[in-house]
């Protein structure tokens, strides 16, 4: 199972080092991960996706917590909580295709970014399965490259 | 009386410019450093310059591995964070192995190594390497000075990670520009935001821990390393008279309780003894004190490890709880305030028949004497009864080191020093070094291997240089036995590489670092050099010629559940 940890380390070089590397010599796998500066000039927030099972989960927290970079570790998975990812997408198109893509990017609420005589640049925000869902229906015209951000995410507010 | 010192030494008038190597010598006699253990070059010239005026003694080993081994067995004989210096390169690079061993072992070491100039960081120049990235793995924290200023904050962050909590290695990296760069250095104050140090443990946790014990039928305590660490020795020895608790120790554990206790079944695990495995895997409540449940004790099977018992886990680092084995009743925190606390609320189970079949095991299954003509058993025992209770030993790796754990009969904790968790052969000598200067005035003794002993051999130079008086008893077998034992029970036979073909005459050895050697070849001969040993003044080298088909029994193949001893 996928779970989303939200983690704040110190804002130092080699932090990020320490993070990755624990999770590589610990054999934990990260799906995505995304990180900068907070609020804090001092603190960086780190948004992890890594995949395991609670046991899994319940060790990688343990494991961060003993870093003396890393401040806090939230579990964000079963929380209230909006999620984004950034793609940036170059489709091919040509005098057929230009069409169909351009609805396309308008039913998922993207924007063309950039056009060029044989290609288009998407920019398309929201949470990773509506990345994937466009993804899908442009692949047929030929997707020439594809760059995620991988998911941020934070806690929704209490009402 | 040494912070007198170096404040008549080293004192500035206030405001004075220091060095940061100064900076650096002035902090560490501020954290009650006595000792560096070290060896110069390029990258620590200026380090080495000022401790010329500093009242730090510092030890010349022969190899840095030594250096960080010294450290390590300092550390465990005084409990005190273990001090070693090398230059960058390959002077760092030849302290991993002691930094690894150190983590795996919890060990509080601070590591120094010079590094090349700021200026040339990243360039790979010359003895250039990133000691901090290539020994992240294997250290609690680390440090790569960029500011002399920071020298006093980063120290003393450094000593208190190291000793705090679960004691680990923390590496300072120096720059050499940083140990010349001169400011007045200021009062510093510890800046560690997030790192916490777990004490008392959870109240209602320990009355339930007391609970599950008074009502236990058959309990076993396992202790390890953090009962020693934590000084839990004592409460743990309390425990055992006010509940009749047995116990059953890690390799880490060894001198928690003393050899004869009568509540002591022995060694748990891979050559333990046939009692101890019995209890563990019979036994309904398991009280785990200061123990990470390894795959030498519980053979990487921890879903078949102790399955009748419900478990009661202590130890100081969170992470260890639930990694092998669930804990019932998990308490986070000090191992000797919470047998204390523990101790407080107890009351003694009814556990008359679960003795009874304890001691049925201990009859049926002892630990056997080898019928060769020079037993590693007989000169185990022999040494430790002519030794006496406040000697220390230090081990090498491999079967002299089982020997030992199984035979020596260590009486207090901080006495058997070994290398467990990494198992790394060469660890013995320097790690005897380090202990002997942590207790000038004690006996202490090295069993050690003639392969070990030929990984750190050139430290026969330290003892000699600073006059130690280590006694060295060499378990001469020609052969890398624990290999070999493995290679005859794993690999039919099949013997590669195992045998020491060239080995030197270890007297002659002996004779050319000025050492008094002994040979031994039979029993009768034991008592009279081992006498002799301890009455000499100096260091002694002496050569057990014991047979190659010795072998360490019980064993529990890797894989196989710790009631599946071979050679029980
Ligand atoms: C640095 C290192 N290399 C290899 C090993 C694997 N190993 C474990 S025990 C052993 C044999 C040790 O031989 P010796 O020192 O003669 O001791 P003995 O087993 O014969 O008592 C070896 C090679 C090790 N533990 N450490
Ligand atoms: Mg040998």
């Not at chain 1, 590397?21 to 799906?31: Q, T, V």
């Not at chain 2, 409990?79 to 072992?105: E, F, H, Q, R």
């Not at chain 2, 705090?164 to 007045?184: E, F, H, M, N, Y």
Request: with cysteine; aromatic share 6%.
């Amino acid at each position: 199972m996928l779970h989303t940890l939200a983690v704040l380390v110190e804002n130092h070089p080699g932090v990020l080092t320490r993070v990755s590397g624990l999770f590589a010599r610990r054999a934990y796998n990260i799906e995505s991960l995304s990180v900068c500066q907070t609020e804090d000039p001092d603190i960086s927030r780190m948004t992890i996706v890594v995949d395991g099972d609670d046991r899994v989960l319940e060790q990688v927290t343990k494991q961060l917590h003993k870093l003396v970079v890393v401040h806090k570790v939230v579990d964000l998975t079963s929380e209230a909580v909006v999620n984004r990812e950034l793609a940036l997408i170059r489709v091919k198109v040509n005098a057929d295709s230009r069409s169909e893509i351009l609805q396309t990017v308008d039913v998922f609420r993207g924007q063309v970014v950039d056009m060029g005589r044989s290609s288009v640049i998407v920019e398309l925000t929201g949470d990773s399965e509506k990345i994937d869902a466009f993804v899908r229906t442009v692949r047929h015209h030929g997707l020439m490259e594809l760059v995620r951000t991988g998911k941020i995410a934070i806690l929704r507010s209490d009402n | 009386m040494m912070e007198a010192e170096s404040d008549l030494i080293m004192e500035p008038e206030s405001g004075a410019n220091l060095t940061g190597a100064e900076i650096l010598l002035k902090a560490l006699a501020a954290e009650n450093v006595e000792l560096i253990f070290g060896y110069p070059g390029g990258a620590v010239l200026p380090l080495y310059d000022a401790l010329l005026q500093s009242p730090l003694r510092h030890v010349l080993v022969r190899h840095e591995q030594a250096a960080a081994h010294a450290a390590d067995g300092y550390a465990r004989v005084s409990g005190k964070p273990g001090v070693c210096l090398a230059t960058s390169g390959p002077g760092a690079t030849n302290l991993v192995t002691g930094i690894a061993n150190a983590y795996m072992d919890s060990v509080p070491l601070v590591v120094l190594t010079g590094q090349v100039p700021t200026t040339l960081l990243g360039t790979d120049s010359f003895q250039e390497v990133d000691i901090t990235g290539i020994t992240m793995p294997i250290t609690k924290h680390s440090y790569l000075v960029k500011d002399v200023r920071e020298i006093p904050r980063i120290v003393k962050e450094a000593f208190y990670i190291a000793g705090s909590g679960r004691p680990g290695p923390v590496v300072i990296d120096l720059p050499k520009d940083i140990q010349a760069a001169t400011t007045v250095p200021e009062e510093a104050s510890l800046n560690l935001k997030s790192y916490k140090v777990f004490g008392k443990g959870n109240a209602g946790q320990i009355i339930e821990a007391a609970k599950a014990i008074s009502a236990s039928k058959r309990p076993v305590l396992y202790a390890g390393g953090g009962v020693i660490s934590s000084g839990a020795d004592g409460a743990l020895r309390e425990l055992c008279r006010k509940t009749g608790l047995p116990v059953v120790t890690t390799l880490m554990g060894i001198g928690s309780l003393p050899h004869e206790h009568p509540h002591l079944l022995g060694m748990v695990g891979m050559h333990g003894t046939v009692t101890a495995n019995y209890a563990v895997d019979d036994c309904d409540l398991l009280i785990a004190v200061g123990v990470r449940f390894d795959d030498r004790v519980t053979s990487g099977l921890g879903h078949r490890f102790a399955t009748k018992a419900k478990v009661i886990h202590i130890d100081i680092d969170p992470a260890e709880i639930g990694k092998v084995v669930r804990a019932g009743i998990p308490i986070v925190g000090d191992a000797r305030q919470i047998l204390e606390s523990i101790l407080e609320r107890v009351e003694a189970p009814e556990i008359e028949d679960w003795w009874r079949q304890i001691r049925l095991w201990q009859e049926d299954h002892p630990l056997n004497y080898s019928q060769t003509d020079l037993s590693p058993r007989l000169i185990m025992e022999k040494i430790g009864e002519l030794a006496g209770e406040t000697s220390i030993v230090a081990t090498d790796v491999g079967q002299h080191q089982m020997w030992a754990a199984q035979f020596y009969p260590v009486r207090r904790s901080r006495h058997f020093i070994t290398s467990s968790g990494l198992g790394a052969m060469g660890f013995g000598l320097p790690a005897a070094i380090g202990a002997q200067l942590a207790q000038p005035e004690g006996l202490v003794f090295l069993v050690v291997g003639d392969g070990g002993l030929q990984m750190t051999m050139q430290e026969l130079a330290t003892i000699v240089q600073y006059d130690l008086p280590v006694k060295i008893a060499l378990l001469d077998n020609g052969v890398l036995g624990m290999v070999r034992q493995l290679q005859g029970v794993f690999c039919g036979e099949r013997f590669s590489e195992i045998q020491l073909h060239a080995n030197p005459d270890f007297l002659k050895i002996a004779e050319a670092y000025g050492i008094l050697g002994m040979r031994v070849k039979t029993e009768a001969e034991v008592e009279g050099a081992v006498r002799e040993a301890i009455e000499h003044r100096g260091p002694v080298l002496m050569d057990f010629l014991i047979s190659a088909d010795e072998w360490v029994w019980p064993m529990v193949p890797p894989g196989k559940a710790i009631t599946e001893m071979l050679g029980r």
